[in-house]
């Protein structure tokens, strides 16, 4: 009977080590999760105290325009949701900024096409580039224009930042027709939800055009 319990509890004691031995190593990270803080590495970091986003008519003749950015590739595709992928094979797409809480700003659209500016946040947990919103575009047609700009700025001081849109839209004349705010906010997870009016001061938030 010994001779058969020696050899099962030799077993146990092995097994036991093995899963020591296995917990002590570090758990490598998931190729995905290691390519997505490669592309965050590369991306121009800006600690934002007030952000105006604001598009442009025609990208390629503005030298001085803050937002042209740097191509994203298709090698880069795999990294972003299916709304960001959706923008790349349409019209490119170009990233600008990182920003804090893992915010990042993209641009689509250039040449003939009017820019527009898409807010984005990295989802490390699932190694993922995920659209919020397009925050500021402009465009015109016989009926009128509908423009849209947008700011990021700390307005309760809580270390985290606001997102503050105004949607302004024009008749065929140019007169304007509504004229309305929005505000965002958020607290560190770049998930962005109805924020205070109260920390609007309509005054600060001029359209560029």
Known sequence: ?????????????????????QADKPQEAPAQNDAL????????????????????ANVAEAAEYPYSGTPVTEAQASLLDDALKAHLAQDGLWVCYKVQDDLLIFRTGGGDAHSKLILARANHDTG???QLDVVAWYTCDDQGCDHQEAWLADLDLDNHLELVLRHQKKDASGQVV?????????????????????LLVKENYKMSM
């Open 1 to 21: 009977m010994k001779v058969r319990i020696i050899p099962v509890l030799l077993l146990g004691v092995i097994c036991a080590l093995s899963a020591c031995n």
């Open 37 to 56: 803080t490669a592309f965050m590495e590369q991306v121009e970091p800006v600690i934002v105290v007030k952000m105006h986003l604001f598009p442009l």
């Open 128 to 130: 993922k580039i995920e």
């Open 178 to 198: 509504s004229d309305e705010y929005t505000v965002l906010t958020q607290k560190g997870d770049g998930n962005f939800q109805p924020g205070l009016d109260s």
